[in-house]
């Protein structure tokens, strides 16, 4: 009699992690394994005195999941030296197998009011967060992502007049 409510809770619990019931992306027994799947390998920032500017990302994803996926869009938000500078999103169509790492770079274009700069290379903090997400036939995982540092970054806009982001 034991023996059956164990295999029937066994069976139970697996149908409720997704496994028997057709969800895919789920990870049994490993509820954050989407937390890890996104690593920063690097960043760039970089504007003219126009504005304009781009913030590169080379991320590394994996995928913690057995089932294939696609990775169909990066959000990011970006702050330099504790302000709100810019937010986006770019949509992608990559193709990730099961339990595979592809490398991603991303090149988001960046625009901003003309205003005061220091056209000197000075350092900033530089923080990005933002996710990525993983489709799997009809269900969605997102796999967010976060990484501070410090970048010379030879022209930047609107640095003397901006005001903190809430």
């Known amino acids: 009699m034991r023996s ?6 066994l069976a139970l619990g ?6 028997g019931s057709g969800c895919l ?10 937390d890890g799947a996104v690593r ?8 003219t005195r126009d504005g304009t500017g781009a913030l ?13 996926a696609t990775v169909t869009r990066v959000d990011f938000d970006l702050r330099v030296d504790g302000r709100r500078l810019a937010t986006g999103e770019q ?9 595979r790492e592809i490398p991603l770079e991303i090149r988001f274009p960046l625009a901003v009011a003309r205003s005061a700069a220091r056209p000197e290379p000075t350092s900033h903090a530089v923080r990005v967060e933002g996710g990525v997400v993983l489709r799997f036939g009809g269900s969605e995982r997102r796999a967010p992502f976060r990484d501070a540092r410090s ?14 982001a809430p």
């Open 56 to 68: 590169t990302l080379t991320l590394k994803v994996r995928n913690p999941s057995s089932d294939a």
């Open 4 to 9: 059956r409510r164990a295999v029937l809770g």
């Open 151 to 164: 970048l010379e970054v030879p022209w930047m806009p609107g640095a003397a007049e901006s005001s903190p």
């Open 40 to 47: 920063v390998e690097a960043v760039d920032l970089a504007f």
């Open 25 to 34: 992306g789920v990870v049994p027994f490993q509820p954050r394994a989407y």
């Open 14 to 19: 697996w149908a409720l992690l997704g496994a």
């Open 91 to 99: 949509v992608l169509g990559e193709p990730l197998d099961g339990q």
